[in-house]
């Protein structure tokens, strides 16, 4: 079994900084590409970036130049680093990843989820 668990959310107020972390743990052979997306209250969730695993990104037109994703291929782990933030941004963030198992069975999991909140 795989799981992806969340880490770094909190409250910040505009123009601050975040840095939120996902680790996937258990029965890995390779994890594809790693996703962050996000739900606000009231909204539909909305991707916000991607990495494939050789680092390719891709992100929401929303979040260019203030938000980051990045990755450690050997810490199985997927990382945003969310600059600038603004009140919009606040929203549950989840992690969302392609894993493939040990037995080379194919996951699509998703973490529990972390509240970010920016206060304006």
């Known amino acids: 079994q795989v799981q992806l668990v969340e880490s770094g959310g909190g409250l910040v107020q505009a123009g601050g900084s975040l840095r939120l972390s996902c680790a996937a743990s258990g029965s890995i052979f390779s994890i594809n590409s790693m996703y962050w997306y996000r739900k606000a209250p009231g909204k539909q969730r909305e991707l916000v970036a991607a990495?494939?695993?050789?680092?390719?990104?891709n992100s929401v037109d929303s979040v260019k130049g203030r938000f980051t994703i990045s990755r450690d291929n050997a810490k199985n782990t997927v990382y945003l680093q969310m600059n600038s933030l603004k009140p919009e941004d606040t929203a549950v963030y989840y992690c969302?990843?392609?894993?493939?198992?040990?037995?080379?069975?194919?996951?699509?999991?998703w973490g529990q989820g972390t509240q970010v909140t920016v206060s304006s």
């Open positions: 969302y990843a392609d894993v493939i198992a040990t037995t080379r069975a194919q996951f699509n999991v």
């Open positions: 990495i494939t695993r050789s680092g390719v990104t």
